[in-house]
Each structure stands twice: as structure tokens, then as C-alpha cells.
């Protein structure tokens, strides 16, 4: 298998386990795509979707995999991409099998809520292109100010420490099931690997075990 054709990876980490830096990276070494469904809501000026986002709710799965579907059919995707935080649940994972979407690698990047929470609440994002940053993990070179473009960063409105702990719990109502979904994908040989990543180590070396990972099935 030529695995560069072939990288349709999924993140399904709890949120600030690092899904949105590591798909960033995968998507300049791999040339494929980044889909982050949070970002993609974010962009849609709609208020009851804003509201949503701001209180820490999913949003309805017929909304969410519509967005899904038309990104993933477009051309750009023909080759892989990196889906970061869809599924959220097993509805959606099977949205993606019935659609006939093909998933090779599933990556589950665990982290201590302790530690969820500090970086999140670390966390800044540039709006227009999504880029992370982390004011101590994963600084800008100026301070808060983006990279490439020089504009100002900002904190999530979801990343605050009462909203972070209900994501959390949102999280942690689905992430069994659909665990155990692609458990069942890869003993069906539907799916090449589903594999737990720990996430509490520096953004390289995690990144590293990723692609080590990915290599394994070159
Ligand atoms: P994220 O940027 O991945 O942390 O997502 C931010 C927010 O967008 C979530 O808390 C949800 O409100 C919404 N969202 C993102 N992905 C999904 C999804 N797959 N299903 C439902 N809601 C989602």
C-alpha cells in the first residue's frame, strides 16, 4: 500500500490533548488537508451554533456531518486528510462507514484532566487560519501575536475552567463507545490502526510516535 495516497487519519482525544497542533503537523509532513470540524462551526455565523460552542455542547449530528461530508468530498481530499474531533460520538463514526469514508489510522491522544486544563487554559488561536499556540508549551515567536501573519491571538471562549469540565464530561460519555468501535474496525480489518498515544510528552516526540505509527504500515 502506498500509505502517502493513503493518510485518512482520525484524532479522538478529549479536547486540549493536543488533536489540533498534531493534525497541524500531519498536515505539512503528509500534504493532505486538516478538517477541524470546531473550526469550521466557528467560522459559520450562526448564533445557536455560537452558543453551543460557547457552553461546551456538541452540535447536532445532521448539521455536523453535512459539514463533514461536503469538506471531505471536495478534491483537496482525494489523497487523505487529517480529521481532528469528528467523530464525537458513535453516530458519527458511523456516519463515516455508511458514507462509505474510509478511515486508515485512528489515533486516541490521552491526557490527564489535570493537565487538560492548564494547557487549555494556556491556550491561544489564531482565528482565521486556526493556528495553536500555547503561551509556555508552544509559544509565539512575538507574544501574542501569529507567526505568519503577525495578528493578534486570542483565547477560546469554551476555554474557560467551568465550560473546559463540562467538555470533558460531554467527552467522557462518548469516547467508550466509539473506542470500541474502532476496536471492532481494526479486528474486522476495515480500519489498519487504532492506537492510544500519551500525550503528556513535548509536541515533537509525540508527534514522532505518530508518524512512527503511520510508517509501520509503509
Ligand atoms: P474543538 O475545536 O474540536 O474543541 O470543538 C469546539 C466545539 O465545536 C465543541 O465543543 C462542539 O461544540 C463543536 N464540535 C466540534 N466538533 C464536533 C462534532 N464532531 N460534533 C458536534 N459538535 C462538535
Not at 32 to 49: A, C, T, Y
Not at 77 to 101: E, H, S
Amino acid at each position: 500500500m502506498n500509505i502517502y495516497k493513503n493518510i485518512r487519519v482520525i484524532f479522538i482525544g478529549a479536547p486540549g490533548t493536543g488533536k489540533g497542533t498534531q493534525s497541524e503537523l500531519l498536515t505539512k509532513k503528509y500534504r493532505v488537508p486538516k478538517i477541524s470540524v470546531g473550526e469550521l462551526l466557528r467560522k459559520l455565523v450562526n448564533n445557536n451554533i455560537s452558543n453551543d460552542i460557547n457552553s461546551g455542547e456538541l452540535i447536532s449530528d445532521s448539521i455536523v456531518c453535512n459539514i463533514v461530508k461536503i469538506r471531505i468530498y471536495k478534491r483537496d481530499c482525494n489523497n487523505g486528510f487529517i480529521l481532528d474531533g469528528f467523530p464525537r460520538n458513535i453516530n458519527q463514526a458511523q456516519y463515516l462507514t455508511i458514507n462509505n469514508i474510509k478511515i486508515n489510522f485512528v489515533f486516541n491522544i490521552k491526557l490527564s484532566y489535570k493537565i487538560i486544563i492548564k494547557r487549555l487554559l494556556g491556550r491561544r488561536i489564531h482565528n482565521l487560519s486556526g493556528r495553536i499556540y500555547h503561551i509556555k508549551y508552544n509559544p509565539p515567536l512575538v507574544s501574542d501575536l501569529d507567526n505568519i501573519t503577525g495578528e493578534k491571538l486570542s483565547s477560546r471562549k469554551d476555554d474557560n475552567v467551568d465550560i473546559i469540565k463540562h467538555r470533558l464530561k460531554v467527552h467522557e460519555k462518548q469516547i467508550g463507545d466509539i473506542v470500541n468501535y474502532y476496536k471492532q474496525e481494526v479486528k474486522l480489518g476495515n480500519i489498519l490502526l487504532y492506537r492510544e498515544i500519551d500525550g503528556s510528552k513535548p509536541i515533537n516526540l509525540v508527534h514522532a510516535e505518530i508518524i512512527n505509527s503511520i510508517n509501520h504500515f509503509s
